[in-house]
């Protein structure tokens, strides 16, 4: 494919990705301002946070079961205008039921169709492994950058117009996406199009939500002991100090999600098409590839989450300030991501996932060394810039290893669990950190420490999955 090419398919789908990434975090900004403009609570709006990554966690796996159905590019342009409905409507909110219809719901569900075509056009796009590794680096770069501005320009964008012109800027930018991906080519599929596995795909999300939204809870319960009574209709089902009600929730998504594989074996033996095929994960490269993607989403995110935290609530910063802050982390992601291409012509992906583990630990180390309370901010500039780069570098990587090893005629269900696995790395990292910071018994600086030494932590297993890779370019 020529350059022309090659920009005209991966720049929408680089704009799709950056806005996806940037819903998931510029509402964090503008909680308060729209709790009063519609008349709830801070509650209510974080429940409307939540429910949109549940929702889009969920569905995933399915909504990339229908780009086999309907195709790759249908399936994306589908997804675009879904989402785009959801963000016109949760501009014009008065109430907050309709906010959770056009942010929880239609941009959720948008989301969960239009992201999955993203990896699967790539990859059948483009043969060459260093030509995949930089397009995923656009793409991957994309994402990085609209989750770490995503609370700086939500900010300046609050404080100089209002939340609502947030929404309608994410209405234009679906717009324009439109516009540019109607030139984007769609290599057709050989084989007859599957049929859609409805009780999988029920099994599927109901699995999914259950083991999200369990973990999400873990901020305000705990990860073992209840820290406030669980209540339902009013009674008291488990004290403050009891076990945490959360694995009620996780252990149900995981009986679920072990019917649903039992479901797919059946639908298999029987000859018919299932959600996705369970003979995706008899790969080791695949399984630790996967395990791989999850904990650099956990440490991305749960990065983000508590840097952002310390500078709001330790060093005073404003959204704005908070953003700027993140901006070393923006950049290292950025260049480590485009320089992806020429990386992946030198070393093998197993290397690169290694190498972007040691930098994310590294950085780690540098931000529990140098940052204080009375610290300056050229304290932070190192740290995050590392840990940028690192996270920059294995995501490119381990998503090209993913897409790469399984075969064209498996990209749909590749694609969805990927993309699953990945944001249950994102919600994993907020909790995570969020449970440490709630849950430590030495207040401020303290907590941060301790949340990000979990996270190097995180970071180092993550090393240890990587080795244990296979160590060629291409997946055996």
């Keep these: ?75 994306f342009l589908v997804g675009l205008v879904v989402y785009g409905v959801g963000a016109v409507l949760a501009s014009l909110a008065t109430g907050l039921g309709v906010m959770v219809l056009g942010y929880s719901v239609l941009e959720g569900v948008g989301s969960a169709l239009m992201i999955p075509p993203i990896y699967i056009l790539i990859t059948v796009s483009f043969d060459d492994v260093a030509a995949r590794a930089r397009n995923f680096g656009v793409v991957s770069g994309a994402g990085g950058l609209g989750a770490a501005a995503g609370p700086l320009i939500g900010g300046v964008v609050t404080s100089a117009l209002s939340w609502r012109a947030s929404f309608l800027l994410q209405a234009l930018l679906v717009l324009s996406i439109i516009v540019l991906a109607r030139r984007v080519a769609d290599p057709p599929r050989p084989e007859p199009r ?110 983000f989450f508590v840097i952002s935290v310390y500078l709001q609530q330790v060093r005073g910063f404003d959204a704005i300030g908070t953003g700027l802050m993140l901006l070393p982390a923006t950049v290292g992601i950025l260049l480590s991501s485009g320089a992806a291409g020429r990386l992946a012509r030198r070393h093998t992906q197993r290397w690169l996932i290694c190498g972007g583990f040691v930098l994310t630990v590294v950085g780690v180390g540098l931000l ?26 294995m995501l490119t990587a381990s998503v090209n290893l993913v897409q790469s090893g399984s075969p064209l005629e498996l990209q749909g269900d590749i694609s969805g669990i990927s993309r699953a696995v990945s944001n249950l790395g994102s919600s994993v990292g907020t909790a995570l950190v969020g449970s440490v910071l709630v849950g430590a018994a030495r207040p401020g600086g303290g907590s941060f420490a301790l949340a990000l030494a979990t996270l190097g932590v995180v970071a180092v297993l993550g090393l240890v999955v990587a080795v244990l890779l296979p160590g060629t370019t291409q997946p055996g």
Excluded at 34 to 39: F, M, N, S
Excluded at 55 to 67: C, E, F, V, Y
Excluded at 265 to 286: C, Q
């Design 1 to 75: 494919m020529t350059r022309t090419g090659s920009a005209t398919l991966v720049l929408p789908l680089a704009l799709a990705q950056f806005v996806a990434s940037f819903a998931a975090t510029t509402m964090n900004v503008a909680i308060s301002a729209i709790a009063v403009d519609i008349g709830t609570t801070v509650i209510g709006v974080q429940t409307t946070i939540t429910l949109f990554t549940l929702t889009m966690a969920a569905l995933m796996i399915p909504g990339s079961k229908l780009t086999d159905i309907w195709g790759r590019k249908v399936c």
């Design 368 to 393: 529990l060394a140098l940052v204080r309370e009375d610290s300056g901010v050229l304290s932070f500039v190192p740290g995050l810039f590392l840990i940028g780069a690192g996270i920059g570098v």
């Design 194 to 303: 599957p049929g859609f596995d409805l009780l999988g795909a029920a099994l599927c999300a109901l699995g999914l939500f259950l083991v999200v939204f369990g973990i999400l809870r873990t901020g305000t319960y705990g990860w073992l002991v209840a820290r406030v009574d669980f209540r339902v209709a009013g009674a008291v089902l488990v004290p403050a100090g009891g076990p945490s009600p959360v694995w009620i929730s996780i252990g149900a998504g995981v009986v679920t999600l072990a019917l649903l594989v039992l479901h797919l074996r059946a639908r298999e033996r029987a000859g018919r098409d299932p959600l996705f095929s369970v003979a995706l994960f008899r790969g080791r490269t695949t399984c630790l590839g996967l395990t791989t993607q999850l904990l650099q989403w956990l440490v991305l995110q749960g990065a």
